[in-house]
């Protein structure tokens, strides 16, 4: 484990990067926390919400302050920042990241920073919402939630344990796991629930009746679409950031859809009843599973 608090500088404020910062004050991880982002806004902001404690001026002067540095940008902005951190790491024991897509970063920076990757442990918190900007930090984000850090040979171990300590400070659950199996399991558990989302309230919206649509839907349908609600440009980031993962997860989806569809046409109520008790009985499992998980963490 890690002694003391520590100094932890964020490339990015947001709700992801602001909620961590809440938590490891809260916790006390955390003795100072400075950021920088590209909008001065978002600084401002975070400044005057006592998110963070000081604004760098740039990337490097943050690297030369701090003893741990949190990428936590959108996900198509994360290579050239990560570069620029882990080529000018200043103080720095770690860097860490909380982009949704793994493969494509790590391997520009074996590429372009192999000494700097040595340093860099990629991360990713399974948690978040459709809410988003630094007003929306919340310190509780993280509590019983899953961090997922993909580490490999080439990182070092003092640089795995201050990340795997940061991620605990903030409550969360941390498990490593390799880059390749981590994208393609959050593209068929996250991204691909979100295109669909997406997908089916563009469908609707785009319908002549949309207008008794929407009046009428009901629980089900606000449950299923919440996570349309979420930013856009965010996602557009991550569909395409993981494009090969996500294509291959639709394509299995949508051989699925067309056998019920196919159930549909035919009138094969069995085969539909078959396929909706399997669900069901994956589904039960599941929230079983989760419920159990909770009771421990608490």
Aim: glycine residues 6%; aromatic residues 6%.
């Amino acid at each position: 484990m890690t002694d003391g608090a520590h100094s932890v500088g964020f490339v990015g404020m947001g709700l992801i990067g602001g909620s961590l910062a809440r938590a490891l004050k809260k916790t006390g991880f955390a003795s100072s926390i400075t950021a920088w982002d590209h909008d001065p806004e978002a600084l401002e902001r975070a400044l005057e919400l006592a998110v963070i404690d000081d604004a760098a001026e740039s990337v490097p002067a943050l690297m030369d302050a701090v003893d741990i540095a949190v990428l936590a940008t959108p996900t198509l902005a994360c290579e050239a920042l990560i570069l620029e951190m882990l080529n000018n790491p200043g103080r720095a024991q770690c860097v860490t990241d909380v982009a949704s897509v793994k493969g494509d970063l790590y391997r520009a920076v074996l590429a372009a920073a192999p000494v700097g990757a040595a340093l860099y442990v990629p991360g990713h918190p399974i948690a978040g919402s459709e809410r988003s900007g630094v007003a929306a930090a919340d310190a509780a984000l993280f509590e019983r939630h899953r961090v997922i850090l993909t580490p490999d040979a080439n990182t070092h171990p003092r640089a795995l344990e201050l990340v795997h300590a940061l991620w605990a400070a903030a409550g969360a659950t941390v498990q490593c796991m390799d880059v390749e199996e981590h994208d393609s399991v959050l593209a068929a558990t996250s991204h691909l629930p979100h295109v669909l989302a997406y997908a089916l309230v563009d469908a609707l919206a785009q319908s002549p009746i949309r207008d008794d649509i929407f009046r009428f839907a009901a629980g089900g349908f606000r449950d299923f679409t919440r996570i349309a609600s979420s930013d856009p440009v965010m996602w557009r980031d991550i569909s395409l950031a993981n494009q090969d993962a996500l294509l291959a997860a639709l394509d299995d989806f949508c051989e699925h859809l067309n056998t019920l569809r196919d159930s549909i046409a035919t009138g094969d109520g069995a085969a539909l009843e078959n396929t909706f008790r399997s669900a069901k009985t994956a589904r039960d499992e599941f929230a079983r599973d989760l419920a159990a998980r909770d009771r421990v963490a608490s």
